[in-house]
């Protein structure tokens, strides 16, 4: 349960930050908002698209993200999912991600990712509670931000290449 509250309270240091700074945009996208603000990020990026997720549970609902991702791809966009290695199903769904070019992959054994978030471009990032679920995305409550600052961002971003590259940030 500390996990939860320590999530939350990340959350909204990261939004009260963000408020006191110009030009900065940050939005609730919990519950059901968070697939359509994540089908548009996923949309909009143009370089780079980093996903990193407890699990990518390939279901009816986000099914819906692998054509976009593809597209992403097709676009020239630098997708990457790094997923959870201890998941039975992650690696089953790191082989589809990675057939429609997505570079997919699961972490170290030596460390257990918890982390829900997404960040396109070094600048727009989705961060919360929400796993890449059925049950998670059309059930559960949750609760995640879409910020979109630069600074934030390449935190983010490199707290993601980080982890890929099997490192701690």
Known sequence: MKKKYALCFFCLVLA???????????SSCSNRDYLPVLERVVRSARKTLYINELYF???????KLVPLLNDAVDRGVDVR??????????????????????????????????????????????VGSTNLSETSIDRNNETDVLIKDRIIGKWFEEYFLAAWTGGKY
């Open 81 to 126: 999912c790094l997923l959870e290695d201890s998941i039975s199903y992650n690696p089953a769904a790191a082989a589809d991600l990675n057939r429609i070019g997505v570079d997919a992959r699961l972490d170290s054994d030596r460390m257990f990712s918890h982390a829900k978030f997404v960040v396109a471009d070094g600048k727009t990032v989705i």
């Open 16 to 26: 009260a930050g963000c408020a006191f700074r110009s030009g900065q945009i940050v």
């Open 57 to 63: 549970h390939m279901d009816a609902t986000t099914g």
